[in-house]
């Protein structure tokens, strides 16, 4: 098994800040590793997501992704990275009320250019992966809490990213979905072998 991320020594330095948002954080992520962050609420989970995702620039430090190191990307070079491989499931879900569950599972792969027939098939495997099927016709309004993050987490897997990037993803779930939700996540996170970060609190 070769190691697809390399995180040495990051620090991230907001300015007026007393402290730093990351101090010196260095971890290595091997292909199809499952690998959970867990740390209290203003500990840098998700500054860290943001850094590894290159929505922001550590202030020193550097992070290798197949060898690349991707804090060096241009904005362009950095807004493609993020649209080729990574995949994101947040504590809010982000789904466009204005589409249907399957128009937004697809989103991605319409962003990356793929062709309308070919969409339909990717969608169908994510949500028979997801056991929500049922519902692509739907608005994301017209479902419950727990079937909206499976939404999210078909439109994150959809485009099979090189790494899936869970930011508290189960929070605003009650006890009993956040376990078979978390479940799941393991379950499809396996069966695809997508490398993965999970942060949380809990």
Known sequence: MSTLLEVKDITKIYPNQPKPGLDHV???????EFLGIMGA????KTTLLNVLSTIDIPTSGSIRMGGKKIQELSQTQAADFRKNNLGFIFQEYFLLDSLTVQENIAFPLKMQGWKKKDRIEKVKEAAKMLQIEEYLKRKPGKLSGGQQQRVAIARAIVKNPKILLLDEPLSNLDARLR????DEI??????LGITTIFVTHD
Do not use: D, P, Y
């Not at 376990?179 to 978390?182: F, M, S």
């Not at 393991?186 to 069966?191: N, T």
């Open 179 to 182: 376990i078979e939700l978390r």
């Open 186 to 191: 393991r379950r499809v996170q396996k069966q």
């Open 41 to 44: 609420s203003g500990s840098g």
């Open 26 to 32: 260095s971890f290595e992520v091997m292909q199809g």
